[in-house]
């Protein structure tokens, strides 16, 4: 029968056979923050849409085109997040957290909305996993989270992934070199793509993120910001390339780096996978020093990025053995169903992973279903008492249902 419902356009359903890879993932990443000291924080799934407005910025694709944005019903306009960094810059500001040592370390995962044309790699709701150090402009709270991302893909042994790594400079520094850019865009606009042409003014960065062939051949030989960092975002840059090294962090300089978002400061940093189509980031982020500021919170440095959840799974693209089981008890008649489920209540509350037949299948039925949960041993109850079968050695011998605990466990007998 076809499905008369379908998950909505750009969605997806992560299904028990993906879980395993997921949660090594999310496990991986809670151990790599935890070592760090960067602490786990929830924030709501829906903000006011003025956060994203002013935080994200009004001329970004994002705030543009791909906010899902709704009343409520006291007509506030709420949008559902398509970021992470300004609710956590929020958060920071709303619960006085600057008066905490500095810097405030956070992490975070959960599901993230824009409303983009679906394609692989690329959906309505994803989930990201992130990281923000907040209130140190030190080029070690670059490399600290940058080193974060780096030893998550190398954990999860990600293939073919590499770190870009640029800097925009300050907001103040760049606006000279943003007017050049501005100008020289200007002098081609025939030969932009419309996006970029119509934006020359408002985000003129963005034609170094255009895959249009035309734009391409202007960008090739516009000028680079890298080329014209002030003093002190220039040493800032050299510093956490020092440091980077010191970590033994590879990575490549990428004078064309922009990130999708306004709000980024000095150093943007994107890690990037070969295995990936045209989606081929990773994670990525950067600093972003004025952003607190810019939600009315007191003048704040900051740093972050943010991996996407489900670019990671294509990147890895190989199967996670779900865990197997410990037992699956097989009950032959109606009479021992009784003491199957007291001994599967009571090793499971010791801890143990017990299946107990719940289809009314026939003995052999049981035994193949044993075998096709990976079940480590099979007790089957009968008249006789219990018969404890090991199903990698295919032995089994009659056990007292008390012993079971103590054979499956020996430590905790
Ligand atoms: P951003 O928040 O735009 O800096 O993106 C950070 C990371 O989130 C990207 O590198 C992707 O891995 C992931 N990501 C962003 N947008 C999407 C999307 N629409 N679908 C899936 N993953 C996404």
Not at 158 to 168: C, F, K
Not at 170 to 191: N, P
Not at 199 to 205: A, S
Request: aromatic letters at 6%; glycine letters at 10%.
């Amino acid at each position: 029968m076809a499905a008369e419902f379908k998950a909505p356009r750009g969605t997806f359903d992560v299904l028990p056979d993906q879980m395993p890879a997921r949660r090594r993932l999310l496990e991986t990443a809670a151990r790599i923050f935890a070592r760090a000291g960067y602490r786990g924080i929830i924030t709501p799934d829906f903000e006011d849409t003025a956060l994203f407005e002013r935080g994200v910025g009004s001329s970004t694709d994002i705030v543009r085109k791909e906010m899902f944005t709704f009343e409520d019903k006291g007509e506030r306009s709420l949008t559902l997040r398509p970021e992470g960094t300004a609710p956590i810059c929020r958060a920071y500001v709303e619960h006085g957290m600057q008066k905490l040592p500095q810097p405030v370390k956070l992490s975070y995962s959960g599901p993230f909305f824009r409303h983009e044309r679906p394609q692989a790699g690329r959906y309505r709701q994803f989930h990201q996993i992130g990281a923000e150090a907040i209130g140190s402009d030190s080029p070690l709270a670059d490399v600290d989270v940058i080193s974060l991302l780096g030893d998550l893909i190398e954990e999860l042994g990600v293939p073919g992934a590499e770190l870009r790594l640029g800097s925009l400079g300050s907001i103040e520094a760049r606006k000279m070199y943003l007017e050049e850019l501005k100008s020289h865009l200007r002098a081609r606009s025939g030969e932009l793509s419309d996006e970029v042409a119509e934006r020359i003014e408002i985000n003129p960065l963005r034609a170094f993120d255009s895959d249009h062939q035309g734009t391409k051949a202007v960008i090739a030989d516009a000028p680079l910001l890298l080329d014209q960092l002030d003093e002190a975002d220039a040493e800032h840059f050299a510093e956490v390339q020092q440091l980077l090294g010191a970590a033994s962090i590879e990575f490549t300089i990428d004078s064309t780096l922009v990130r999708g978002l306004d709000y980024y400061t000095r150093t943007i940093f994107s890690f990037v996978c070969d295995r990936l189509g045209a989606q081929s980031e990773i994670g990525g982020g950067g600093r972003y020093d004025g952003l607190i500021g810019q939600l009315g919170g007191p003048d704040t440095p900051a740093v972050g990025w943010a991996a996407g959840i489900e670019r990671i799974l294509l990147a890895l693209d190989e199967p996670v053995e779900p865990a197997g089981r410990d037992l699956f008890i097989a009950v032959a008649g109606e009479s021992e169903r009784r003491r199957a489920v007291a001994l599967a209540t009571e090793l499971r509350r010791s801890g143990l992973s017990v299946e107990i037949d719940l289809a009314g299948r026939s003995m052999k039925g049981q035994l193949r279903q044993a075998d096709r949960i990976g079940a480590s041993h099979t007790l089957v109850f009968d008249d006789g008492g219990a018969v404890l079968r090991d199903m990698d050695r295919r032995e089994q011998r009659r056990v007292e249902p008390s012993e079971v605990l103590g054979l499956l466990r020996p430590e905790s007998a």
